[in-house]
C-alpha cells in the first residue's frame, strides 16, 4: 500500500487546507482555508445520515474506513461544525446546518485531534 497522494490542489506546501471546507449537502462553511492541516490516519465513519439516527447506532454500523483527513487541533478553528453524543470514547462532528454526517472523528482522549474526513466534505 503506498502511501495516499497528497490531493495537491488541496493541500498547500506547508501541508494545509488551500479552500474553504464546506458540508456537501447544504454549503455550510465548516473550516476557512489554512485553518486545518493534512493527515493520514485510519478512521472508521458511519455512513452519513441525519444526526438523530447516528447516536443509535447499535450492533453492525455501515460505513467506510478512511484515510484522509483534515486535521484541527482547536475546537474553535472551526466556522461551523456540531458533535453528536458520546458514541463510546467517540464524538462525531457532523454540519452544525444541517446536522448530516458523521464528516468527522474525535476522540475525548485527545483533546487536540480532530479530524474531517475529505470524502465527506467539499472543497471551493
Not at 495516499?4 to 464546506?22: A, C, M, R, Y
Request: proline share 4%.
Amino acid at each position: 500500500d503506498s502511501p495516499i497522494e497528497e490531493p495537491s490542489d488541496l493541500v498547500s506546501e506547508d501541508g494545509k487546507n488551500i479552500k474553504s471546507v464546506l458540508c456537501q449537502r447544504c454549503g455550510s462553511k465548516v473550516l476557512c482555508p489554512g485553518m486545518a492541516v493534512f493527515a493520514e490516519i485510519e478512521l472508521f465513519l458511519p455512513s452519513m445520515r441525519k444526526k438523530s439516527s447516528l447516536s443509535n447506532t447499535e450492533g453492525s454500523v455501515d460505513g467506510d474506513t478512511l484515510t484522509a483527513h483534515w486535521l484541527v487541533d482547536d475546537m474553535f478553528s472551526f466556522e461551523n461544525v456540531g458533535f453528536t453524543k458520546d458514541v463510546g470514547k467517540i464524538k462525531y462532528l457532523i454540519c452544525a446546518d444541517c446536522e448530516i454526517g458523521p464528516i468527522g472523528w474525535h476522540c475525548l482522549d485527545d483533546k487536540k485531534k480532530f479530524y474531517i474526513a475529505l470524502d465527506r466534505v467539499n472543497h471551493e
